[in-house]
């Protein structure tokens, strides 16, 4: 693809290449991808020279690489690059002025329409054996769960733990009270896992949170678009979802529809235990409920 024919589609979705594709790629470029991520997205500023230094590479690696995926040449990449770093930092002020001028040239498209794409883009990149990984951390009934998320993300996060509470034991929600964040770190260990939802622009308490559990030996899952949190540099599964709404704010109906298949292959997964835990629930929580035990 030329520069001039890159759509804000294709833009959004480079950030999230590298891990899509690293099977594809030579031990020599894994290498080169792996320094990319680890300074991501301001190691794609890099000079040629410094970036293959840092990977043990030689320079023409690092063109093979950036050839793979899909660039005539280095100042392309550096471009697009650099139109991403600014996407990334895009205020709602900022995204409602490019959609505004997106809803001017096509009326007729429908917010449902942006909804259903963007879902649709979402779970045709989410791989298999992704899901396989998330699905076995998050079933193995030694490990500890905590669910942490950001100002607009962390309700969707209430929301995915009260249902895997509903599945399993020891799952918990960290709230976003300093101290609260404080104290969940503190036992942190290698029979932990961190859910973290973190979205543009990224909240450095949430990043914060993930890498200092991730150095104490958690197992971090992250969910984020696909311009790539930085925890994704501490992540063991990563997940990318669409983001695209008619609206200045980013949506996360594409989050939510990949969470919801996470609880389905979960409750799979854990099978009558996670039954048995249902009706125990379902009897404590009884009252709460609308149609409960008769006053």
């Known amino acids: 693809m030329s520069a001039e024919q890159t759509t804000p589609d294709d833009v959004r979705a480079l950030s999230a290449q590298l891990l899509e594709r690293m099977d594809d790629f030579t031990a020599s470029e894994r290498s080169v991808a792996r320094v990319i ?66 809803r001017q040239l096509s009326r007729s498209e429908h917010a449902e329409d942006i909804f259903i794409r963007a879902l649709q883009a979402s779970f045709a990149r989410l791989k298999g054996d992704v899901v396989d990984e998330a699905v076995r951390a998050l079933a193995d009934p030694k490990a500890r769960i905590h669910v942490v998320g950001g100002r607009f993300s962390t309700p969707l996060g209430v929301y995915f733990a009260t249902h895997l509470q509903m599945l399993r034991s020891h799952v918990s929600v960290v709230s976003e009270i300093p101290i609260h964040r404080s104290n969940a770190r503190l036992d942190m260990g290698r029979n932990d896992i961190v859910v973290a939802l973190d979205f543009r622009r990224y909240q450095r308490d949430t990043i914060d949170f993930g890498v200092a559990a991730a150095q104490m030996g958690a197992r971090i899952i992250l969910v984020t678009d696909p311009w790539l949190s930085p925890l994704v540099n501490s992540a063991k599964t990563v997940i990318t979802v669409d983001t695209s709404s008619p609206s200045p704010f980013d949506s996360l109906v594409s989050a939510l529809g990949v969470l919801e298949l996470l609880i389905h292959r979960i409750a799979e997964s854990v099978g009558e235990d996670s039954l048995a835990r249902m009706r125990a629930l379902d009897e404590v929580n009884r009252d709460l409920m609308v149609g409960g035990r008769e006053q």
Do not use: C, N
């Open 37 to 102: 991520l680890t300074d991501y997205p301001m190691s794609t500023l890099d000079s040629i020279a410094s970036l293959a230094s840092k990977a043990s590479v030689s320079p023409p690696t690092v063109l093979r690489l950036v050839a793979k995926l899909g660039f005539s040449g280095w100042p392309q990449f550096q471009s697009v690059m650099r139109d991403e770093v600014s996407q990334r930092l895009a205020s709602p002020l900022a995204l409602y002025d490019q959609r505004h001028v997106t």
